[in-house]
């Protein structure tokens, strides 16, 4: 999709100067700090070159060449693992057009720090040096890349067809392959950084001689790369020599020029920046920005608006299906290792909540045989036997979906034609034919909303799926004397009455939440914080209860369904993962077989704006101009139906017709019984005329004939 073959051959033919590597456009995944797809398009037909005439550059992008040479070196201590950021994503990462905490927390360099700083109790510090020769910055409104923009219309055709769910999915799939965010401005240069993880007693203990831990990681680190001077002196050696005795971990990364050895000389590093440059600071903006009517003049202005508002909620959904608020205070022993945020729960709980158990409602929605769909995934409540809740609790609905099951099965019919003018011929034909049957469920559990008789419900004891472990046995299963209820076909919560035997396998139980519901055990969500999912991510649900974990409980994540957050509460401190979670990438969206025949759209119509219309040659949106109109109208004209005069006028044309083919074929009947009458007549008298030889001819070779016949 770039073009890197002509333009790009062109120029450097002209000019014999390399391309610019570092260069903005590309999009940004802003959890994990990664590289994704092109997004800006990189045309090289103008041979632009960099101010000092060094590179080539694309023709959306503008390079301002630093006129200083100078090498920044800093070094900081990072006290806690949510402060910690990325030395080169750092600016992108403070972007806050989404839930910016979030930022960057899924990187494979925060995760390192954040299991160093708990499990070996550390600080980080951190010392760089940095060389910066370019800001590279895009044109406001660069046009897109052909294959992302690909990508766009078809979301966009999905939407204008009504095909919501595909639309939808696409739309994940676009996150999954260009992330969220697209890089504008880049720093082209290099830079050194080294990360030590030191032991939290040490930094603590010298906390007065704050300035003297920092000048030891800077000795530390010159100590591997060769400054040129000696810098180990007195009481600040001494500090360093503690700072190398104390420090658990120690790496170097090396961004640009050439590869790093310890040893190096500081001015060997930097006569090789040049010829190998790299991104050292990234800046972007949220990829639905970048999608509007200038990057996009071929579609209708409501689509592209629809477009966009559907990206940054796709977006959305993905920093909040990676949201894990809880116990962040490393103190507490309530702390939670997977959270990402802090909610709260490092207070103690001093409530016990009862659980009432779940059940399922499956409804068939198309397909005969849709009863087939839903006897798989319909759940009672073993406490009523029925799709309900017991008495004094109330029903909870955390989510519906729609299911959806594609089979085939062979199907005979007889073809027939009209053969031998009056008869009708047939033969069996037999073809494997493709069905689709559909159900929607609604899962609902049951909540203690008002005082129950002790023993009452149901112990907890966790929940698994396919793709995740039940935290309380690390297995597929439940712990013993539990056993699973199914919810959305996948989900398997593990129950249990029997408090005698089962008590000791349970936790403390705090309900459930999703996207769609709150947590009842908390009341009403009249004077109490609503909870981070509703504050930052469903602002428009209608719930009444607070999407959150009563006080002293942790959320965690029970399943996803359809891309909604299906969340359950246990007490805080119960449960301590030793592994960080990974990202939870799109789709999010279970998507059956879509149905190429369906409908598409041709129109798009704006009150009192001009409309849009296919052009059904080239699939390309255009203004529609009054044929266009015209033509538009026709299409609501059933295909195939006739108006009532034309219906009669065909009417009578057939009746004439079969008339006159009636006629016709008596006409030639009576005439080819007269023909034969008459032909029967003239032989009788040619016999009649050579027997009595009174026929004259005056062809010799006829007479000839005829005197030989006789």
């Not at 049951?446 to 009452?456: E, L």
């Not at 909870?531 to 002293?552: A, E, Q, R, V």
């Not at 369906?598 to 009192?608: C, D, F, T």
Request: proline content about 5%.
């Amino acid at each position: 999709g770039k073009d890197l073959t002509g333009g790009f051959q062109q120029c450097k033919k002209i000019y014999n100067l390399s391309v610019l590597e570092v260069l903005p456009g590309r999009g940004w995944d802003n959890l994990r700090n990664m590289d994704m797809g092109t997004v800006m398009n990189l045309n090289f037909s103008e041979c632009r070159t960099t101010e000092d005439g060094e590179y080539l550059i694309p023709n959306d992008v503008y390079v301002i060449a630093q006129k200083q040479s100078n090498i920044e070196i800093n070094s900081e201590l990072i006290e806690n693992w949510l402060s910690y950021k990325d030395s080169v994503a750092n600016s992108i990462n403070t972007e806050a057009s989404f839930f910016s905490i979030l930022n960057g927390k899924f990187s494979a360099q925060f995760q390192q720090v954040k299991i160093h700083n708990v499990y070996d109790q550390t600080v980080t510090a951190r010392v760089q040096a940095r060389y910066h020769i370019y800001s590279v910055k895009s044109k406001p409104y660069f046009s897109l890349d052909p294959g992302f923009k690909r990508e766009l219309v078809e979301i966009a055709n999905h939407l204008e067809n009504n095909q919501t769910r595909m639309a939808q999915f696409l739309t994940e799939m676009l996150i999954l392959n260009y992330g969220t965010h697209v890089l504008t401005s880049l720093d082209a240069g290099a830079s050194l950084v080294q990360e030590d993880q030191v032991k939290y007693t040490f930094v603590y203990d010298n906390i007065s001689k704050k300035s003297a831990v920092t000048a030891a990681a800077s000795l530390n680190f010159f100590n591997k790369v060769n400054l040129g001077f000696n810098m180990n002196t007195g009481t600040e050696s001494e500090i360093a020599k503690m700072y190398v005795e104390n420090t658990v971990s120690s790496r170097i990364e090396s961004h640009g020029s050439v590869p790093f050895y310890p040893g190096i000389t500081l001015q060997k590093w930097q006569e090789g920046i040049p010829n190998r440059l790299v991104a050292i600071t990234k800046s972007g903006l949220p990829l639905h920005f970048f999608i509007n009517q200038e990057t996009l003049p071929d579609l209708p202005e409501p689509t592209v608006k629809r477009l966009a508002t559907t990206v940054k909620k796709t977006i959305m959904l993905y920093y909040a299906i990676n949201t894990y608020p809880g116990c962040v205070n490393l103190k507490s022993r309530n702390f939670n290792f997977v959270a990402n945020v802090d909610d709260g729960s490092c207070q103690d709980a001093n409530t016990n909540f009862t659980f009432g158990g779940v059940y399922q409602e499956c409804f068939r929605l198309s397909g005969s045989d849709a009863g087939i769909l839903c006897s798989s995934l319909e759940q009672k409540n073993p406490l009523t036997g029925t799709f309900s809740c017991p008495t004094d609790y109330t029903p909870v609905l955390l989510h519906n979906e729609e299911r959806t099951d594609d089979y085939s099965r062979i199907e005979c019919y007889d073809q027939c034609h009209t053969c031998w003018i009056f008869l009708r011929c047939c033969k069996q034909v037999c073809r494997n034919v493709y069905h689709t049957r559909k159900a929607k469920i609604n899962a609902y559990w049951c909540a203690a909303t008002h005082p129950v008789p002790q023993g009452s419900g149901y112990l907890f004891g966790g929940l698994y799926s396919a793709s995740s472990e039940n935290p309380l046995t690390n297995t597929h299963a439940c712990p013993s004397f539990f056993y699973p209820l199914t919810l959305f076909g996948n989900l398997k919560i593990c129950i249990s009455n029997d408090y005698e035997m089962a008590l000791q396998y349970s936790v403390p139980f705090g309900g459930f939440f999703s996207c769609l519901a709150g947590n009842p055990l908390l009341g009403v969500l009249k004077d109490q914080s609503p909870g981070i999912l509703k504050d930052f991510f469903y602002p428009n649900s209608l719930t009444n209860y607070p999407m959150k974990c009563p006080s002293g409980y942790s959320q965690h994540l029970a399943y996803i369904s359809d891309g909604c957050q299906i969340l359950y509460c246990i007490k805080a401190g119960e449960l301590f993962a030793r592994k960080l979670l990974p990202v939870k990438l799109p789709p999010f969206l279970h998507i059956a077989a879509f149905n190429l025949s369906s409908a598409r759209a041709l129109y798009v119509m704006k009150p009192g704006e001009s409309s849009w219309v296919k052009d059904s040659q080239t699939q390309m949106w255009k203004i529609a101009d009054a044929t266009d109109e015209k033509k538009f109208t026709q299409l609501f004209q059933p295909q195939g139906s006739v108006s009532g005069g034309a219906a009669a006028g065909i009417s009578i044309a057939v009746t004439t017709l079969l008339a006159a083919l009636i006629a016709l074929a008596v006409y030639g009947t009576k005439r080819y019984k007269k023909r034969g009458y008459r032909s029967l007549e003239g032989s009788s008298m040619v016999e009649d005329q050579v027997q009595y030889g009174a026929i004259e001819n005056s062809d010799p070779l006829a007479s000839e004939a005829g005197n030989s016949t006789a």
